[in-house]
DNA sequence: ACAATAGGGATTTTT
DNA sequence: TCCCTATTGT
């Protein structure tokens, strides 16, 4: 391959970055739309082909699954190699790999499992009831927060010094407990993936000296969210005769309260000197104006390293602010609004409304059905989140791993079979006494107990005995199958005549073809089942089927990052909301809120409209509320201003006059989303979602009183309305 | 063991 | 307001 096939169609700063000599040191600042992902792709395409850096040499880390993702199927077209065996991943899965190919050295046992932010919660909790410490007064949250937090630092429990602060104290004692917990139990989580891998290479140096040599190019992505260990870690592998490729950008660091270091990427300059600072400034997404008001409002900021955006595509038009009454008028604008974009000719799918909290999608959502235009919500909770999921995963882990206390004590009494909280907890305490895990505990303590229970737990213990062995030689999927059938969740939930039963069997069905998807990797250190478990702990999305509905996007900033839309709705621009009332009185915080603001405007292409309400229903009471004062940081020059009409005598209305179109709420009468709906024991709702047609049709309602359920249309007798 | 009820809390969430 | 938890009653 030559250079031009590689530099082609780059801009100066772009072809000055990719093709920077094998052995310099460098950082990239990336703004908004700059085409960093093609500078970082197209340069370790340079290094392999016009370098000949070897692909094993590559150490290429981003945060997401789907940055990882995007960035090997890029690699793929542009190298026309395979490119499995490249060490191109996520902190935690690249983490995860070293240790498990060197888990003895880790201190681990070759089943460790990981604990998702769920687990652990679970064992907080439970580690600080059997200690008797007082949740209400230290709630487990923000326990498990403070652990979290230390860890991200690096930090031990041994490290801490409490001072005189009683939370710190007791959440340190909680810290202790859970450490050893972990330990004992072969525990790892997310925190623990990075600071044990760190770990692993500081004690041993051959080790450290082999990935050090071996790593001649490491390229890292988002740089301004690496927390401290990740900073270490990427340090770590650095000698000075290997080199660093970073790319970030300060102003769109909205990762700090998970502790992410903006500072991290000032102190690249002294730690990984000597290093290039290249700026790439020119912005393909969005136009003048919107960049203009962007830049206006992050100079606000300070301890930037300074960056402008510019384009050379032209001002496009000016941005709206529309001033609303209350909540409910704010939804009605913005989805008149893109009502009429649709009608004029866009998707709903390049409508994106943007907003700081969840709780303010509920107004939009209310709104979009009353406009009969379908919408999807990013965000809530993922596939392999689903507590019907981990419950699946807690009887495939324990029979894969009778050790694995984790999925036993999440599956011991569900569906429930009797086994109650006083039988356990006597589990608990011979497994504790006796240093064995709780199924060989249980198998122990069943004959001591009185006959129910006794019967109890060896049914449960028979019941996981008979599976082990039943589908010890079934592949992954029909294994995942045939636990689900045998274990009696697929019963349970046939048997559950409520609400969701129906969604949480599909989830069930969509586990098994997930388990069939799932391409293991033969040079693994793991078995494919251990493998399918770790990759449902570390990408919990499951999402391998992409959305194929023409959807209005709805979803917070901070998952929009790294998104682009032609049209932009950026909602609740209100002081106590955005900023946020626990951010505005902290510069530092405050600068991050105005970081948050900035990624939310440069998401836009053509369209951006900020909106506020001066009234808005927040946690059940209505609060009067100023604009935010980010609005003012907005040269004037840029805006349109636009209030509601009702009744409005000062209104400077200036936008395409909405409210005079033939924009109206729908009922169409027939089957579509958006449509309202009678039935007869539930009474009112509106269609949310349908698939398949004809009798077997099944249709999601949102009821007014009932709330949300599935329904099969058959059966349901449903009365459009 | 589970349903009904009352009380408290309420940003953001890449892994 | 909504959602999650702890408590209470059956």
Redesign the pocket.
């Known amino acids: 391959m030559n250079l031009s096939e590689i530099t082609n169609g780059l801009n100066d700063k772009q072809h000055q970055s990719v093709a920077l000599g094998d052995a310099q040191n460098a950082l990239i600042l990336a703004g908004a739309g700059s085409g960093k992902t093609r500078v970082l792709t197209h340069r370790i395409a340079y290094l392999v082909t016009q370098k000949n850096i070897h692909t094993d040499s590559i150490l290429a880390v981003?945060?997401?699954?789907?940055?990882?993702a995007e960035m090997r199927a890029r690699l793929g077209l542009l190298l026309r190699r395979p490119i499995q065996s490249m060490w191109v991943g996520?902190?935690?899965?690249l983490a995860?790999r070293l240790l498990r190919t060197h888990y003895e050295k880790a201190g681990l046992t070759s089943g460790f499992q990981i604990l998702?932010?769920q687990d652990q919660?679970r064992i907080v909790?439970r580690l600080m009831?059997e200690n008797n410490i007082d949740?209400?007064k230290f709630?487990?949250?923000?326990v498990q927060?403070f652990i979290n937090q230390q860890k991200d630092e690096g930090v031990r429990a041994q490290d801490v010094d409490a001072g005189y602060n009683f939370f710190i104290k007791k959440s340190l004692e909680v810290f202790v407990l859970y450490e050893s917990h972990c330990r004992a139990n072969d525990l790892i989580d997310?925190?623990e993936?990075l600071v044990r891998s760190y770990e692993l290479l500081k004690n041993n140096a051959e080790l450290l000296e082999h990935y050090q040599t071996r790593f001649s190019n490491i390229l890292v992505d988002?740089f301004q969210?690496?927390?401290t260990v990740q900073y270490k870690w990427i340090k770590q592998l650095f000698t000075g005769r290997n080199n660093v490729f970073c790319v970030g950008d300060d102003d769109q660091?909205?990762?700090g309260?998970?502790?992410?270091k903006i500072e991290n990427i000032t102190n690249l300059e002294t730690d990984f000197a000597p290093i290039q600072t290249i700026r790439l400034e020119q912005n393909y997404r969005s136009t003048g104006n919107i960049l203009a008001a962007s830049n206006a409002l992050i100079a606000n900021n300070s301890n930037r390293m300074g960056k402008s955006l510019w384009t050379d595509s032209g001002n496009g038009e000016l941005i709206d602010i529309y001033e609303a009454r209350t909540e409910t008028d704010e939804a009605d604008y913005v989805i008149r609004r893109i009502k009429k974009f649709i009608k004029d000719g866009s998707s709903a799918s390049d409508c994106a409304i943007l907003y700081?909290?969840?709780?303010q999608s509920?107004v939009f959502e209310d709104a979009l059905i009353k406009y009969n235009i379908p919408y999807i919500i990013?965000?809530g909770l993922?596939f392999f989140e689903r507590a019907e999921i981990k419950d699946a995963l807690g009887y495939v882990r324990l029979c894969e791993s009778t050790t694995d206390n984790v999925a036993f004590e999440r599956i011991v009494?569900f569906?429930?079979?009797?086994?109650?909280?006083?039988t356990l907890e006597k589990v608990r305490e011979f497994a504790k006494d006796q240093h064995t895990n709780l199924f060989q505990a249980a198998i122990q303590v069943a004959p001591m107990l009185p006959t129910r229970a006794s019967n109890?737990l060896n049914g449960f213990i028979q019941l996981i005995e008979q599976m082990t062995d039943d589908s010890k030689n079934l592949i992954l999927s029909e294994k995942v199958a045939y636990l689900l059938n045998n274990s009696g969740l697929i019963t349970h939930y046939a048997n559950d005549k409520?609400d969701k039963a129906g969604s949480k069997k599909e989830n069930l069905e969509e586990l098994i073809s997930a388990a069939k998807q799932y391409s293991h990797d033969e040079d693994s250190e793991m078995n494919e089942v251990v493998g399918f478990i770790s990759l449902a702990?570390?990408?919990?999305?499951g999402d391998a089927n992409a959305p194929i509905v023409d959807n209005v996007q709805l979803?917070?900033?901070?998952?929009a990052?790294?998104l682009e839309f032609p049209n932009v709705f950026l909602g609740g621009l209100e002081e106590d909301l955005f900023?946020?009332?626990?951010?505005k009185d902290e510069p530092h915080?405050l600068d991050?809120?105005r970081r948050?603001c900035y990624v939310g405007m440069t998401r836009a292409m053509k369209r951006l409209t900020l909106t506020f309400a001066i009234k808005r229903?927040?946690?059940?009471?209505s609060l009067y509320a100023y604009p935010s004062r980010f609005l003012d940081e907005i040269p004037s020059e840029y805006v349109n201003k636009v209030k509601a009409k009702f009744g409005a005598t000062q209104a400077n209305y200036n936008d395409d006059d909405i409210y005079n179109q033939d924009i109206e709420p729908e009922a169409n009468g027939q089957l579509s989303v958006g449509a309202g709906v009678k039935h007869g024991k539930f009474g009112y709702g509106t269609v949310l979602n349908f698939e398949g047609d004809g009798d077997s049709a099944r249709i999601q309602i949102k009821f007014k009183q009932a709330g949300t359920k599935w329904l099969i249309a058959s059966y349901a007798n449903l009365e459009f309305v």
Do not use: C
């Open positions: 981003t945060f997401t699954n789907k940055a990882a996520t902190f935690h899965g995860h998702d932010a919660f909790k009831k949740e209400s709630p487990v949250r923000k927060w997310f925190a993936l988002e969210d690496t927390n660091s909205i990762y309260w998970r502790g992410a700081r909290s969840n709780a509920r990013y965000g993922r009494n569906p429930t079979r009797g086994i109650g909280n006083a109890a409520t702990s570390l990408d919990s999305s979803m917070t900033i901070h998952s990052k790294g900023p946020s009332r626990q951010s915080l991050e809120e948050l229903f927040l946690h059940g009471q």
